[in-house]
């Protein structure tokens, strides 16, 4: 009876000691076969891979991070935490940026081969200050203060300048509708003698 107690106790130890084994096998298995190549790396069971356009291959916990598009910036990732976006800056390259205090805007006002982003507040739009279509010229701006307006007269597609509100944009030089003319790209005082084209 003690022999076929202690015999009963070795099968089951035993049976436990494989079924263990085999457990550890499997999670072994798993972890190897599951785990997530990132370049070079091999990331955590749980982690993902981000080809971030800065720094290369990079594991994240995506509970904490996300790998986004970066805006302005086609086919390209960036990894930033887990409420923000990511924005190719005109000014400053790619960044990320918390989606509730900011925008990444498109300029009004470059060719559309420019890098064409900026990174405002969240309430602001982005606008070249004067008609030159240059990156350096563009700004963010308040539409409850000014206007991304079009020089009067001026057709083409892009060119925009920033002036307050009301105002009227003359060549590259805001001036006041009320009191002025703009012909041909300058500006006269209405009544003066040939100031009455105020072309629109």
């Known amino acids: 009876m003690n022999n076929n107690g202690s015999s009963d106790y070795c099968v089951k130890n035993n049976l436990m000691n494989n079924t263990l084994f085999l457990l550890l096998l499997v999670c072994l298995f798993a972890t190897v076969c599951y785990a997530t190549t990132c370049g070079s790396t091999t990331c ?5 891979c981000c080809n971030d356009v800065r720094l290369g291959h990079l594991c994240y916990n995506p509970t904490t991070h996300r790998c986004t598009e970066v805006i302005g910036m086609s086919s390209n990732t960036m990894l930033c935490g887990i409420d ?11 960044a990320c940026y918390n989606t509730v205090q900011s925008r990444c805007n498109f300029i009004n006002g470059l060719p559309f081969d ?3 982003y900026l990174l ?8 070249t200050r004067t008609p030159s279509g240059k990156v350096s010229d563009a700004s963010c701006y308040y539409p409850g203060f000014h206007t991304c307006m079009r020089p009067d007269g001026d057709f083409a597609n892009f060119r925009r300048g920033l002036c307050g509100r009301g105002k009227g944009l003359c060549g590259e030089t ?4 009320s009191e002025y003319n703009c012909c041909s790209e300058k500006i006269c ?4 003698p040939g100031c009455d084209c105020n072309v629109e």
């Open 189 to 192: 005082g209405k009544g003066e």
């Open 120 to 127: 405002c507040d969240d309430l602001d739009l982005a606008c």
């Open 44 to 48: 955590g069971a749980n982690d993902q």
């Open 114 to 116: 420019e890098p064409n």
């Open 174 to 177: 805001c001036y006041e509708p």
């Open 84 to 94: 923000e976006s990511s924005c190719n800056d005109a000014h400053n390259g790619p």
